[in-house]
């Protein structure tokens, strides 16, 4: 379905965005990753899937870096088609206590890195008259929880950002929308089971199952690989009247 189609996935070297770029090249599109970490493995998992992949390494709270890698994309594959705005990080502490240069990363990580690779994706996606701007927000887009202040004003953020691109593209081929997933089993998400654990001296299944129960009805993680083919459905023939949702995959968080 997108053979031909060149897809870049911010934050692709681990959890969401590598689950989004497999799903995306299972459906035939060369995939560009970013994002820290190994490198080479991600990388041949994607080339298994028959498809071109490159890397860029931009440091996505750089806006000089993420120009770089927009322009590379597009000397390599010609144009990026998909633009995956994945890449995100997490602190957790109370507003009183939230240090403000983790503040200023989180809204440069989670938020203004998907204005400046939107605002350098749409011109090649206008001019083709085909293009998909998919978002990772998150449940947190939609509903707040303590601790998590500039995750909170970045994901609500984002979710404006994602109908404002929305609007402003509604008469051409070019559609944008947000995914909001509840808790996926990530590192990002490792890292708070293992504080939780710590802190309480509850062991890793005890500190799992407490993190889901106060807030997922469902107490199942959502995963990589079904948010992958949410991205998918999302670039198909049908989705495309899609236009400036937030849809959420939350096993009822939202619902509540
Ligand atoms: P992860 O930690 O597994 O992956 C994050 C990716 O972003 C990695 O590839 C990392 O290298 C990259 N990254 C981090 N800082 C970067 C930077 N400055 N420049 C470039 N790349 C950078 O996390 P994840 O859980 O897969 O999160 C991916 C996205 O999904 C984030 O936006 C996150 O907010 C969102 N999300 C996650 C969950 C969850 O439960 N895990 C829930 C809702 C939303």
Redesign the pocket.
Known sequence: MLNGKTALV??????????IAKALAKQGANIVL????DVEGPKAEIAKLGVKVDYH??????PA?IEDMMKYAASKFGRVDILV??????HVAKVEDFPPERWD?VI???LS?AFHATRLALPAMKAANWGRVIN?????GLVASVEKVA?VA??HGIVGMTKVTALETATTGVTCNA???????????QKQVDAKASANGWTNEEATRRLLGEKEPSMQ??T?EELGELAVFFCSPAANNVRGVAWNMDGGWAAQ
Not at 57 to 62: L, Y
Not at 179 to 188: E, K, M
């Open positions: 911010t934050g692709s070297t681990s959890g969401i965005g590598l689950g970013n994002g820290f970490g390494g931009a440091d996505m709270s750089k870096e705005n994945n890449a995100g990080i997490q990363a440069a990580i989670n890195s990772v927000a998150s449940v947190h995750y970045a994901k995914i909001c997933p509840g808790w996926v089993l990530t590192p990002l998400v993680f959502t990589p």
